[in-house]
């Protein structure tokens, strides 16, 4: 799958893979299922039954049709097998089915990506992978449920017997920092009460231990249950239990916990443990992350275009959030948010045609020496240029993160709203008085300056010597703007943009990172300690980071003295060159 | 570009604010006030309690028309909050969208220096010597407008993604949906009871 | 071909070596102290490769 384009025009290549069944044909009749030889965990079951090559993923499945999946299968050679073509009455099997790419034109995108189930595997303590009757809460879904694999008749894996004494175990994959999960799933606590109500309902003489952190139930009717669930019998014990023992004879599991009410060490025997796991950001995420030149916050879920107002809305333009993706939440949540992003890209489509901000390059023809180089440097291919001929901007390709202005040595590139006589101006006008006292920061719009917003929303303190400058995209930054701060006395000069992953500009910040080199060359060459030149990558999230840099920048400034500054105002100031070289030295002067 | 009509060369206003006590509680204000009135081309400088209400926004209408105000300088929060707000303010009062720049006193200065009144008095004041600078630059420039493919592409289907598929398609938008399992669903329908209603997934 | 590059770190002065695959695109960070402000230093071409012991391996 592949996303191009902007709001209002973004263009979708996505892979339609192939089924090998034609969903239109398929009855659902179940004949080829039956002959097929192949035998697979069935994944719908999280594993506990089986089913074919050619499957139904499950009854209610949308598109009611079955699958051949082509990596189980024996064969397409009809030599190998091709049993299920052969029974198939309607005959929509078609080994020969291939993926294909369909384009699709749309104006908006909704990101809805949903949530990866913690696979406790690595959290060795509860014995999830070395005890039969140790299952997670997703299992447990499969083993209650009428169209589970022991349809809905409760019983555990090790001797099919029904369990009386079950014993949760919440935050397994949640609020653990150490396993680099520290945030609450916020479904598992609710989860486990309705597990204990189902219970309760299902088999009265079922006896439900909870071991939880804190019982989060602040939703509508949420406390409601938890009083329900206890009534129902179900104890609830503060405490994460640390280590688990099997009897190997009859399969049984005992917890040792630490009750922190009582401030005892526990020890309580159950006949299945069952985990209640959390719930993380998909697999697919960083993928989707890079199409959509989206961000994500430091628990790994998607940043939102503003926490509190706008929830849904991505940092690009015309893209959308809904669901698990952007925080955990349940279902009711998700289909509020759902909601709320089909009616934001609604009024979007509605409109019929948005506005883009007048941020786009400009080249002035006359100047303009047909070198190329704003053309090479552009992540959208929105500048076409032929040897010998002027470089042409394509307005609506544009995005405006001024990289081709700041590549273009003869000044031929303006852009619109962020000039380089805006940028020189407001230099020399922040630098006009004890610009030794300072430290210039240029941050770009989307990642730095909202980190620097990010540390004044969360109160984070840092000192107050530095003076921030915003910049679309960090590649915004001539080497000639860096110069001026320094010429203007500056004692250090931050550049800041976004992590790689999230540069909103495709790749453009690696000019910047290409810009930086070379600067830290020339100061060096000029005699000038290139260490006061600093380059720092700090996503919208990492407030925390920019306050940390402003310290070290601070600490940083404080080593330059004023001799230095004096010197290097000397040493960097624009030379007349020989005439061969007029043109660059006045592409300097800019 | 015609960002002077009435030929009267620069006329920029400066509006500080105060946000309450959010940027006056650790910025001096009135300081900042009385120092950007002696920038150059500053032909208002006005101290406001809250300059994105409806009595700020309005104060700016007035001074605009007032003192034939050709830039405008907002010095309160993060232009990522309220860049629009004011860009609206002033095309309100007859002035191009682009001629409005903001300093940021609240988020990158007051918020992250309390303990330093001086010091963030003294870096707010450049703040809005930077802003006047590049105000005193600034063009007028008129937005490009696009059309929109009316068709959206919703990336999932799990509850979250056909939810939102099905209300874009109810109002009557033509809707594209992906997922990349063989059925739409998600992690919704592997579940059975849900809550709080205890009743099927599916 | 991956060559040992040399690079330094303009924050805490912290000199290292790192293979660096060719063509590759790689947000760096100073393994001392974070710092993204990591200076790719250049081979000299005039000293060779004798006192780089190691410097440029497969």
């Known amino acids: ?77 009809p030599i190998a097998c091709g049993k299920c073509a052969e029974v198939c009455e309607p005959d929509c099997i078609n080994y020969d089915d291939r993926d294909i790419i369909v384009k699709r034109d749309v104006g908006a995108v909704i990101v809805a990506i949903g949530a990866d189930v913690y696979d406790p595997t690595e959290m060795d303590e509860y014995g999830y992978t070395r005890f039969d009757n140790v299952i997670t809460s997703m299992e447990f879904e499969r083993l209650i449920c ?128 069952i985990l209640s796991v959390g719930v993380g950001p998909p697999k697919d995420l960083a993928k989707i992350s890079s199409l959509l030149t989206l961000s994500k916050t430091s628990d ?25 993706c952007e925080s955990p939440k349940d279902i009711k949540d998700s289909v509020c948010q759902a909601g709320a992003a089909a009616s934001r890209a609604g009024a979007l489509l509605n409109a019929g045609q948005v506005h883009i901000e007048a941020i786009t390059s400009v080249i002035d023809a006359d100047a303009c020496k047909k070198c190329g180089v704003c053309a090479s440097v552009c992540p959208y291919g929105a500048i076409t240029w032929k040897k010998g001929e002027v470089a042409v901007v394509i307005d609506a390709a544009c995005a405006g993160c001024g990289n081709c202005g700041a590549a273009c040595k003869f000044d031929a590139i303006t852009m619109r709203h962020f000039t380089d006589a805006q940028y020189m101006a407001q230099i020399r006008a922040i630098l006009a008085e004890d610009p030794q006292d300072k430290v210039f920061v240029f941050a770009c719009n989307w ?144 | 570009m015609d960002s002077d009509p009435k030929g009267d060369g620069l006329r920029v206003g400066v509006f500080v604010c105060d946000c309450g006590l959010n940027i ?89 220096h309390p303990s330093d009144m001086e010091g963030a008095t003294r870096k707010a004041k450049d703040l809005v010597a930077g802003a006047v600078a590049r105000a005193r630059n600034l063009q007028p420039h008129d937005d490009l407008s696009v059309p929109v493919t009316k068709r959206a592409l919703v990336i999932g289907g799990g509850i979250a993604g056909m939810e939102a598929a099905l209300e874009l398609a109810d109002s009557g938008h033509q809707v594209v949906l992906v997922e990349k399992e063989a059925s739409i669903g998600g992690i919704m329908a592997q579940l059975d009871k849900t809550y709080p209603t205890m009743d099927c997934s599916i | 071909m991956a060559t040992m590059e040399n690079f330094k770190c303009m924050l805490c002065g912290h000199e290292y070596q790192e293979l660096v695959e060719e063509g590759e695109d790689k947000e760096r960070s100073c393994p001392k102290c974070r710092s993204n402000s990591i200076r790719h230093l250049k081979k000299r071409a005039s000293q060779g490769d004798s006192d780089d012991k190691g410097k440029k391996t497969e």
């Open chain 2, 24 to 112: 006056a509680g650790t910025v001096d204000t009135q300081a900042v006030t009385d120092y950007a009135a002696t920038l150059p081309d500053v032909v208002c400088a006005i101290r406001n309690r809250y300059t994105c209400a409806d009595p700020g926004q309005n104060e700016i209408k007035k001074a605009i028309a007032e003192h034939r105000l050709n830039r405008v300088v907002i010095a309160s929060c993060t232009p990522l909050q309220h860049e629009p707000t004011f860009r609206t303010c002033v095309a309100e009062a007859g002035l191009n969208r682009y001629l409005m720049e903001m300093a940021n006193l609240r988020e990158q200065c007051s918020w992250v």
């Open chain 1, 146 to 273: 009428a169209g589970g694999p022991t349809l809905g008749h409760f019983v555990r894996p090790s001797d099919h017997e029904r369990p009386k004494r079950i014993g949760f175990i919440q935050c397994v994959g949640s609020r653990n920092p150490s396993i680099g999960r520290p945030y609450c799933s916020n479904i598992c606590c609710m989860n486990t009460i309705k597990d204990t109500l189902l219970l309760a309902d299902h088999y009265p003489d079922v006896e439900c231990t909870v071991f939880y952190q804190d019982i989060r139930a602040f939703g509508k009717s949420f406390e409601d249950m938890f009083q329900r669930s206890k009534e129902a019998g179900t104890r609830y014990i503060r405490g994460i239990p640390g280590d688990i023992e099997e009897d190997t004879e009859t399969g049984n599991l005992t917890l040792i916990a630490e009750n922190t009410t009582s401030g005892k060490i526990e020890r309580h025997e159950f006949d299945m443990v």
């Open chain 1, 1 to 77: 799958m592949n996303v191009s384009g902007y709001i209002g025009n973004f263009t979708a290549e996505i892979r339609r893979k192939a089924r090998y069944v034609d969903p239109e044909a398929c009855t659902a009749c179940a004949e080829c299922a039956q002959v097929c030889p192949v035998v697979k965990p069935d994944e719908y079951q999280m594993g506990l039954s089986s089913r074919k090559a050619i499957y139904i993923p499950y009854p209610q499945a949308v598109p009611s049709s079955y699958i051949l999946n082509m990596e189980d299968c024996l064969g397409t050679n």
């Open chain 1, 300 to 324: 790994g879920f998607f940043m939102e275009s503003h926490p509190k107002l706008k929830p849904v809305d991505a940092p690009t333009r015309g893209v959308f959030f809904s669901g698990f």
């Open chain 1, 447 to 590: 990642c730095s300056y909202s980190g620097a917003d990010m540390a004044g929303i969360s109160r984070m303190q840092y000192p107050a010597s530095n003076r921030i400058v915003r910049t679309m995209c960090s590649a915004r930054v001539s080497e000639d703007m860096v110069l001026e701060a320094f010429r203007c006395g500056a004692p250090v000069v931050l550049v800041s943009g976004c992590h790689y992953a999230d540069c909103h500009y495709i790749t453009a910040n690696r000019q910047t990172v290409q810009r930086v080199q070379r600067l830290w060359n020339k100061l060096e060459k000029a005699g000038v300690r290139p260490e006061r030149l600093q380059l720092e990558w700090i996503s919208a999230a990492e407030g925390q980071k920019f306050a940390k840099v402003m310290a070290q920048m601070e600490e940083l400034r404080k080593t330059v003295t004023e001799e230095e500054i004096e010197y290097t105002i000397e040493a960097l100031k624009p030379k007349p060159r020989k005439p061969k070289k007029e043109k660059e030295a006045a592409a300097v002067a800019g």
